[in-house]
C-alpha cells in the first residue's frame, strides 16, 4: 500500500472537492458532513478530470458528459461509461488526514463491478435483443445483483458491442478499437454472446425468438433493445453505389475509405450530417451538406446557435445548402456521380452519405402483442416494463415516463439514457424494484469545440443566452413559459452538469434568475 499525508483537518470544507498526490498519483478527496472519503480523480468514461465537474452531497458529475459517481463507494451512479471508480482508503490521524492506494488501484481509475456467475442450479434465461449499451449494461447489472440465471446478449451485427457514437466523429476506427468490452469479459461473466444472429419475430406466448438462421430461443424474460435504424428515404437513386446509410463500423469505414480525394455530399444537417463532415472536409475534395432547415441544428439548440455551427463549418471549407432537399441521384456504372436537389442546383457526387435520422427497429414485434406506437416505438412504464409480462425495453426504441417532462412519455436518443434504461431493466428484473429518474444529457464535438446539452427541450419557447455566441463561448437556457426546460453550452463548464444535477434531485431553475444573471442558481445545488 501507497500511503500520503494529503493536508490537514482544517485544510478542507464541508463539501469540497481536491486533487490531492498519493506517491506520484492523484485522487480525488471529498469532505462530506465532516468525513473524508478518496476516490479516482478522474471519469471512467473519457477521463474528464472531476474536480472540475459539479458535487453535490456526495454525488461528483463528469463535466463533460454528465456521468455521476458515488464518493463513498466510487460506484457509478449515472451515465455514460460502464466502470465505478477505484475507492481509497482515508484515515485522520491527529491533524493529518491520510490516503492509503494499492499502487494497482491508482494506476487504473477504472474498477468493474463485483459479478456473479451462472450457478446450474439455476433454469432461468434472461435474453437481451440487441448491441448496445442498453443491453450490455442490463447483462452486466444482472450479474452485479445476483442474478445466476443464463444470460443471452443477441445481436444482428457480427462484432462485439461497441461506442457506436464515435462512428461518426473517427470514421476509420475499426470494432475492436471501440469495443465496450473485450471478448474475455463476457466469458468470464457467463454472459453468452450470439452475433450476427437476425430476429426475425417474438412470440410472447411461447416465449421464444424466431432467428433468421432458423433457430429458435427460448426465455424467461426479454430485453429489447435493438435501437434505431437509418431513416431511408424514398429518392430516385438512392440504391447507387456509393450512398451510404451511418449505421456499423463497416459503414464508416467504407465512407472514409472511398472519400479521400472526392466530392461528397451529406443529406441532413444535424448532429451526424455536421459530424461527418467536420471528419470529411481535410480529406475529401469537396463537402455538400443538403438541409431542409434553414440552419444546422438549429430545431435544437436555436436560431443563432444554428448559425455559429453554420459558420464554423464555412470557415473550414463545408458548403451549406439550406432549404432544400435531394431529388435525385445519378449514376454512372453503378455508382453515384451527381446529387440533384429539389431547387435545380446538380451537385457533383462520388459518395452521399445519409444522416436524416433513423426510426426504430421494431418491425419484428409487429405480431408480438408488444405495444407500439404508430411510430413503431415501443411504450414502457418507469421499470421498463412492456405492456406484455416478462418483457421490458430500453434505449432508443421505447417512450417511458420522463420525470423531468411532468412524466409524459418521452423519446430520448442519447448514448447516457440508454445505459440508464439498462440498468433499471437489469434491476427489476434482478428482483430491486427500482423507476427511472434520470436527467437527458448529450453532447456534440465539431472541430475540437464540444457543446454540452442537458434536459428536455422539445416545444421550448425561447433561449435566453449568455457569453458571445460568435466568439465560441456561450451559455443558453431553453425555457418553456416561467421555466428552464434544457440547458446548453460551449466553454462554460460544469455549468450543464450542474444544471442536471440540479434537476435530477428535483430543482428548477425559473426564466426570471437566468435573464440578467447566468448561474446564480448554483448556490442552490446542495441546498
Request: glycine share 10%.
Amino acid at each position: 500500500m501507497i500511503e500520503s499525508v494529503v493536508g490537514k483537518v482544517g485544510d478542507f470544507n464541508d463539501g469540497e472537492m481536491k486533487e490531492v498526490e498519493i506517491g506520484d498519483k492523484k485522487a480525488l478527496l471529498v469532505k462530506e458532513s465532516g468525513q473524508f472519503y478518496a476516490v479516482s480523480n478522474k471519469c471512467t468514461h473519457y477521463g474528464a478530470p472531476l474536480t472540475k465537474g459539479a458535487y453535490c452531497k456526495g454525488v461528483v458529475r463528469c463535466p463533460w458528459h454528465g456521468a455521476c459517481f458515488n464518493v463513498k463507494t466510487g460506484d457509478i451512479e449515472d451515465f455514460p461509461g460502464l466502470d465505478s471508480l477505484q475507492k481509497f482508503e482515508v484515515e485522520v490521524r491527529g491533524e493529518d488526514v491520510v490516503v492509503r492506494a494499492d499502487p494497482a488501484s491508482l494506476e487504473n481509475n477504472k474498477r468493474v463491478k463485483a459479478m456473479v456467475r451462472k450457478a446450474a442450479d439455476n433454469k432461468k434465461t434472461v435474453v437481451l435483443v440487441g448491441g448496445g449499451p442498453s443491453t450490455l449494461v442490463c447483462a452486466e447489472t444482472l450479474r452485479q445483483e445476483g442474478f445466476t440465471g443464463r444470460v443471452v446478449l443477441v445481436s444482428q451485427e457480427n462484432c462485439l458491442p461497441y461506442d457506436r457514437i464515435k462512428l461518426s466523429k473517427a470514421m476509420s476506427i475499426k470494432p475492436e478499437e471501440i469495443a465496450l468490452r473485450k471478448a474475455d469479459f463476457y466469458e468470464n461473466n457467463g454472459i453468452e454472446l450470439m452475433l450476427g444472429q437476425q430476429v426475425e419475430s417474438v412470440s410472447t406466448s411461447d416465449k421464444k425468438l424466431n432467428l433468421g438462421s432458423g433457430e429458435s430461443l427460448g426465455y424467461d424474460t426479454l430485453v429489447l433493445g435493438t435501437g434505431g435504424q437509418p431513416r431511408r428515404l424514398p429518392i430516385p437513386g438512392i440504391e447507387l453505389g456509393n450512398v451510404y446509410m451511418l449505421r456499423t463500423p463497416a459503414d464508416a469505414n467504407a465512407i472514409a475509405e472511398n472519400a479521400v480525394g472526392k466530392n461528397v455530399v451529406i443529406v441532413g444537417s444535424s448532429f451526424i450530417g455536421l459530424e461527418v463532415a467536420t471528419f470529411m472536409v481535410n480529406k475529401a475534395a469537396s463537402v455538400n451538406v443538403i438541409g431542409r432547415s434553414s440552419e444546422p441544428c438549429g430545431h435544437v439548440f436555436g436560431p443563432q446557435i444554428g448559425q455559429w455551427f453554420r459558420k464554423l463549418h464555412e470557415s473550414k471549407g463545408v458548403k451549406f445548402h439550406f432549404e432544400t432537399s435531394v431529388k435525385e441521384f445519378r449514376g454512372e456504372d453503378g455508382k453515384v456521380t451527381e446529387a440533384v436537389l429539389a431547387n435545380g442546383e446538380t451537385l457533383p457526387a462520388d459518395v452521399c452519405v445519409m444522416g436524416v435520422g433513423v426510426v426504430p427497429a421494431t418491425q419484428f414485434l409487429q405480431d408480438s402483442g408488444v405495444d407500439l406506437t404508430s411510430r413503431g416505438f415501443v411504450t414502457v412504464n418507469k421499470k421498463m416494463q412492456t405492456n406484455v409480462s416478462d418483457v421490458y425495453a430500453a434505449g432508443d426504441i421505447v417512450e417511458f415516463p420522463l420525470f423531468t417532462a411532468g412524466d409524459q412519455q418521452a423519446n430520448v436518443q442519447h448514448w447516457q439514457m440508454a445505459h440508464m434504461h439498462g440498468r433499471i431493466a437489469g434491476l427489476n428484473i434482478a428482483g430491486k424494484p427500482t423507476d427511472v429518474h434520470s436527467v437527458p444529457y448529450f453532447w456534440t464535438v465539431q472541430y475540437g469545440k464540444s457543446i454540452r446539452y442537458t434536459g428536455y427541450g422539445p416545444g421550448y419557447d425561447d433561449v435566453v443566452l449568455h457569453g458571445d455566441v460568435d466568439e465560441g463561448k456561450f451559455l443558453a437556457y431553453y425555457t418553456k413559459a416561467d421555466q428552464v426546460v434544457a440547458v446548453a453550452s460551449l466553454g462554460w463548464d460544469p455549468v450543464v452538469s450542474q444544471a442536471a444535477q440540479l434537476l435530477n434531485q428535483g430543482g428548477s431553475i425559473s426564466k426570471a434568475e437566468i435573464t440578467s444573471e447566468p448561474s446564480s442558481w448554483v448556490s442552490r445545488l446542495c441546498q
